[in-house]
Nanobody, 124 residues
Framework: QVHLVESGGGLVQAGGSLRVSCTAP????????IGWFRQAPGKEREFVSA????????DYGASVKGRFAISRDIAKNTVYLQMDSLQPEDTAVYSC?????????????????WGQGTQVTVSS
């Protein structure tokens, strides 16, 4: 069991950058693969990015590839999502999710634990 907490969301102008973080107090966090998903009002939840337990493998959704970068700091028990060249269509609630395992998981239903989410708003 891990209790995920996201932070770092906010309001940014188009073309700007934000970094959101996902952390948990449990030391077992390092054994979990982490995914980021987003959901905008009236839209389905969308896969953004994923990282495996070691940080050695990553994946990205097509709409963010080349603009977003996921990483993890095992010592800080934190996964980061660096978001650059943000556009209004990136506006959504961003949530991190965790599942224990060695793989890389890109589907929401593969994850067992979810954070509350953090709002990212990009103005034009």
């Amino acid at each position: 069991q891990v209790h995920l907490v996201e932070s770092g969301g906010g309001l940014v102008q188009a073309g700007g950058s934000l970094r959101v973080s996902c952390t948990a107090p449990e030391s077992t966090f390092k054994h979990y693969a982490i995914g980021w998903f987003r959901q905008a009002p009236g839209k389905e939840r969308e896969f953004v990015s994923a990282i495996n337990w070691s940080g050695g493998s990553t994946d990205y959704g097509a709409s963010v590839k080349g603009r977003f970068a996921i990483s993890r700091d095992i010592a800080k028990n934190t996964v980061y999502l660096q978001m650059d060249s943000l556009q209004p269509e990136d506006t959504a609630v961003y949530s991190c999710a965790a599942v224990i395992g060695y793989g890389l998981f890109t589907h929401a239903d593969m994850y067992d634990h979810w954070g509350q989410g953090t709002q990212v708003t990009v103005s034009s």
